[in-house]
């Protein structure tokens, strides 16, 4: 059941495009750039959610994916504090699976973190999920490999969208990988997928973009 926001306010791309299209929007055409509008009511996608942060007058989102019934993945910078150092309490944490315009399957809220990367944290949710997570596999992808992404971009921010037709680029510095997913600020922490042939899985965050425009994620270990 998807309760209402009272706080806070494709064998390549064709084979899983239609994956994808089993919650896109009706009538919903792919944007110029590659992204496509996702309804999250199917698995993985209902397992993605919109994640707020709250401050002293000020608040940001970024985009988690459920990994565990009680764990969400996401990056470390999204929890950093906003005007000091440090990172908020947990407690300031909403995460919102399956976010849709104002409405969403669940609201969970942070209770603790464990940093797992540079930029990789898992955050401890107050409770279980009732939805399925998505897993998680660290892979050494090859260049050219296909990629997907979905997140809450800050164009399109009560929306999820996927690029369902992207590319692992290379290895970038400090173990960080180089992709063409287009994905922008509100896409941090959003998931980068690969099709195992049994399902999508995680296999990276997406964490910014270079100078030249290359989207940068860094890959679980």
Not at 104 to 114: A, M
Not at 117 to 127: A, E, F, N, P, Q
């Given at each position: ?9 494709l064998a390549g791309a064709l084979g899983l495009l239609s ?203």
């Amino acid at each position: 059941m998807r309760r209402h926001l009272t706080t806070f306010a494709l064998a390549g791309a064709l084979g899983l495009l239609s994956v994808l299209c089993i919650g896109a929007t009706p009538g919903t055409a792919r944007a110029e750039d590659g992204r496509i509008t996702v309804r999250p009511d199917v698995n993985p996608w209902n397992a993605i959610g919109r994640l707020n942060v709250s401050g002293y007058r000020a608040q940001r989102h970024c985009t988690a994916t459920l990994v565990e019934p009680r764990i969400a993945l996401t990056a470390w910078h999204c929890l950093l504090q906003f005007f000091r150092d440090g990172v908020v309490d947990p407690r300031a944490v909403h995460f919102l699976p399956g976010y849709d315009r104002g409405s969403f399957h669940e609201h969970l809220r942070g209770v603790g973190y464990e940093r797992k990367g540079d930029d990789v944290v898992l955050i401890t949710l107050d409770r279980a999920s009732s939805l399925v997570p998505v897993a998680m596999k660290p892979v050494t992808p090859a260049t050219g490999d296909s990629l997907f992404q979905g997140g809450y971009s800050s164009d399109r921010s009560h929306v999820l969208t996927a690029d369902p037709a992207c590319k692992y680029l290379g290895p970038a510095a400090q173990g960080r990988w180089l992709h063409d997913c287009e994905a922008v600020s509100g896409d941090s922490g959003a998931p980068i997928l690969r099709d195992t042939g049994h399902g999508l899985v995680v296999v990276a965050i997406h964490i910014g973009r270079a100078a030249d425009g290359t989207g940068i994620a860094e890959p679980l270990r």
